[in-house]
């Protein structure tokens, strides 16, 4: 069975500019999650849609948004890129959303805004 | 709320033993352990349910203390490969995952 891909694993982006974070899911998986990494900041929540309706939101702006598809692929968007966004975004899939549900994690798509 | 891990750095010898520990402000619903090795994805370890379990894979084995809100994850005879960056994520009420900063544990021959 595939893994979770994250497409693309690289990104440098310019302050004020846009992006857009892709994950596809594991097969039959229909729970996807986000998180942030950085370095001392450890993994940081930013949202989790299952059944492409968003089930939990983090603390973080509205510059950050995202959507799932009904093939359980899921988009991040970044708008007006700040150099605090640097950083690894990591999607994580599950068989289903709830506290049973182990998270298998994608690669991540290293983002590096100057 | 960030549950709390510690310690925040930890070195062994081969073959010695460690505990990690991870502490939340709230009630705990379930905890998750996760392993990350350096430049790569973190990997799913065990998860423990409200109950005070205690749950093992291999010699890696957790424990969850409901009343004391908190779970320990033990690396008992540790190898090489047990090398990483470990992570608790805590499930409490309304919120989905929360993860902790984690804890660097580094296993020397």
């Known amino acids: 069975k595939a893994g979770v891909t994250q497409t693309p694993r690289y990104l440098i982006k310019t302050r004020g500019q846009q992006v857009t974070l892709s994950c596809s899911p594991i097969s039959g998986h229909r729970s996807v999650s986000w998180y942030q990494q950085t370095p001392g900041q450890g993994l940081q929540f930013l949202f989790e849609?299952?059944?492409?309706?968003?089930?939990n939101k983090g603390n973080f702006p509205g510059r950050f948004s995202g959507r799932q598809f009904s093939n359980s692929r899921s988009e991040m968007n970044v708008s007006t890129l700040e150099l605090g966004d640097s950083a690894l975004y990591l999607c994580?899939?599950?068989?289903?959303?709830?506290?049973?549900?182990?998270?298998?994690f994608g690669n991540g798509t290293r983002l590096t805004v100057t | 709320q960030q549950p709390v891990q510690s310690p925040q750095a930890v070195i062994l010898r081969e073959g010695e033993d460690a505990v990690i520990n991870c502490s939340s402000s709230k009630a705990l619903y379930s905890v998750h352990w996760y392993r990350q090795k350096h430049g790569e994805a973190p990997v799913f370890l065990m998860i423990?349910?409200?109950?005070?379990e205690q749950k093992g894979h291999d010699k890696i084995s957790a424990s969850f203390n409901e009343k004391k809100q908190q779970s320990s994850l033990y690396l008992t005879a540790s190898q090489l490969s047990y090398s990483g960056t470990y992570f608790c994520?805590?499930?409490?009420?309304?919120?989905?995952?929360?993860f902790g900063e984690g804890t660097q544990l580094t296993v020397n021959p």
């Open positions: 849609y299952f059944s492409e309706t968003q089930r």
């Open positions: 994520g805590i499930e409490t009420s309304g919120s989905r995952l929360t």
């Open positions: 423990l349910l409200k109950g005070g």
């Open positions: 994580a899939s599950s068989l289903v959303a709830g506290r049973n549900s182990p998270l298998h």
